[in-house]
């Protein structure tokens, strides 16, 4: 639908329905997704370069979401360390 009606160029309205694709499913499934846009992607190694930009910032968008949702040791830790710059810089030296 969107390569049909040129939608990736402005991508406002492709943006707008990955993020509602994203939030709509499990975290665990958001690497389909993912793999999908990648893949569509791939099939317009020809389009135009604001085509392939609208394609790859409906990428960006559906990575930083996934990485919104992922839960584990890794998210927690960067919340803490996100937290600790925050919070209390004078601990941080370089």
């Known amino acids: 639908h969107l390569d049909h009606h ?22 665990q499934h958001s690497h389909h997704v993912i793999q999908q846009v990648l893949n569509h992607l791939d099939t ?3 389009s135009t370069p604001r085509v392939r930009a609208g394609i790859v910032q409906v990428l960006l968008e559906t990575v930083a979401i996934a990485a919104k ?26």
């Open 44 to 46: 317009h190694n020809k």
């Open 69 to 94: 949702g992922s839960v584990g040791a890794s998210s927690k830790c960067s919340g803490s360390i996100m937290e600790m710059i925050v919070c209390q810089p004078s601990l941080i030296t370089f």
């Open 6 to 27: 040129h939608l990736w160029d402005p991508n406002e309205f492709a943006v707008s329905c990955f993020r509602i694709i994203m939030y709509s499913i499990q975290a």
